[in-house]
Structures are given as structure tokens and as C-alpha cells.
């Protein structure tokens, strides 16, 4: 089992920039590939970024590619997301999935373990 915990949400105006962080606990975090997804209200959950478990490998989506970068540190057990040049549209909850996997996963159904998520809203 592990659990997961994000923070670093908040309220912020388009042009700036977030830093969440997921927190892991449980299982050896060092064995799951992790990933950020995003859920606004009405959609359906979208994957963000994804990076493996020796950070060679990441992923990320195209409505994020250029803005967004996906670290890890197993010693600290923590995947963090950094989002600049935030939009409206990056207005959603994100959540932190980890997922027992040989390549890093961009489908949110394969995930084995989420958090709770953390509010983001980019204002205009």
C-alpha cells in the first residue's frame, strides 16, 4: 500500500507559476512510476505528467509541454509538478497517482494508488 498526499495548491492569476508537491508513504516509493492528473468539474480526469522511478523517463501532456516540469526524490519519498505561464485553463484539481509499471503511464486507469488532490485555480 502507499499513500499519497499533494499540496501546494492555491489561487494564483495567469502568467504565474505553482509547485506541488506529493508526499509518499507506505511501500517503497522507489518501485512506482508516478504521475500528476488534473480533473476540472464536468470532465473527465486528464494526465499531466509522468516520470519513472529512476527519473530517466518522463511523460507529459501536450497542453502542458513547455510549461511543466515532473521531478522525484526517493530519499525524500516526493514527486513534485512545476507549472509556469499558468492559464485559466490549468484550473482543475490535481491529483497524484503511482502506478506499478515498466514505463512511466499516461492512462489515469492504471494507476493503483491516488491522493486526495490539491485546488489549483488560475484566475485571469
Known amino acids: 500500500q502507499v499513500q499519497l498526499e499533494e499540496s501546494g495548491g492555491g489561487l494564483v492569476q495567469a502568467g504565474d507559476s505553482l509547485s506541488l508537491t506529493c508526499a509518499a508513504s507506505?511501500?517503497?516509493?522507489?518501485?512506482?512510476?508516478m504521475g500528476w492528473f488534473r480533473q476540472a468539474p464536468g470532465k473527465e480526469r486528464e494526465f499531466v505528467a509522468a516520470?519513472?522511478?529512476?527519473?530517466?523517463?518522463?511523460l507529459y501532456a501536450d497542453s502542458v509541454s513547455g510549461r511543466a516540469s515532473i521531478s522525484r526524490d526517493n530519499t525524500k519519498n516526493t514527486v513534485t509538478l512545476q507549472m509556469d505561464s499558468l492559464k485559466p485553463e490549468d484550473t482543475a484539481v490535481y491529483y497524484c497517482g503511482a502506478v506499478s509499471s515498466q514505463f512511466p503511464e499516461s492512462e489515469a486507469s492504471k494507476y493503483d494508488y491516488w491522493g486526495q488532490g490539491t485546488q489549483v485555480t488560475v484566475s485571469s
Open positions: 516520470v519513472g522511478w529512476s527519473s530517466v523517463s518522463k
Open positions: 507506505g511501500e517503497s516509493f522507489w518501485l512506482y512510476n
